[in-house]
């Protein structure tokens, strides 16, 4: 399945191509991973996460350059609810609307499934990602204290936020 989506953000008007992420895409998704998150999943969970029926991967290609990945999400199927487990969205590619139009893409699915909401957990200290959750919508629902390693002995909070659907 793929669909191109017109999106703005950054000054520059991009439009992904966004498609069901398979295990062909496992290469691909471990660099993503790799380059974009300072605690990046592991290629097995990634892996794990690519042919397990609960989760559904999402990434966002290049227009005009379909191999080229810039980013991806993890949907996960709760009984009741959804939750986003993962967003990453490749340094250069960054404040172009990859990570919204994801988003989008993942509140369809979940809203498919007739989930009640779409939940997810953030570091206290992921400023770009608790920004983009508040423009798309999610709203705190509490914090979970010294949740996260945060390096050097330390640890910070978790946010848990949600967005009904
Ligand atoms: C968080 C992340 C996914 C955002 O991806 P992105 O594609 O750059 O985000 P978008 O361009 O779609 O931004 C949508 C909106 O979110 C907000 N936002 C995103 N990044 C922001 C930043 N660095 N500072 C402030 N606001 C930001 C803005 O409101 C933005 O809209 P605007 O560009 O029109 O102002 C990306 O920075 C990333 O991959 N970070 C590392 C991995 C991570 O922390 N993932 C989330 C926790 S698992």
Known sequence: MANGLAVAGGGRVVTPVLERLTPAALEALVAVERAGQAHPWSEAALAEALTSPA???????????????????????????????AIT?????????????????????????????????????NAAALALYA???????GRRPNYYPAGAGRREAAVLMSRPL
């Open 55 to 85: 989760y559904e991967l999402w990434g966002a290609y290049a227009p005009g350059a379909p191999a080229e990945l810039l980013g991806h999400a993890a949907l996960y199927r709760l009984p009741f609810e959804a939750e986003l487990q």
């Open 89 to 125: 969205v490749a340094p250069g590619a960054r404040r172009r609307g990859i990570a919204r139009c994801l988003l989008e893409r993942l509140l369809a699915r979940a809203a498919a499934w007739r989930s009640e909401r779409l939940l997810l957990e953030v570091r206290a200290s």
């Open 135 to 141: 423009a798309m919508g999610f709203r705190e629902d």
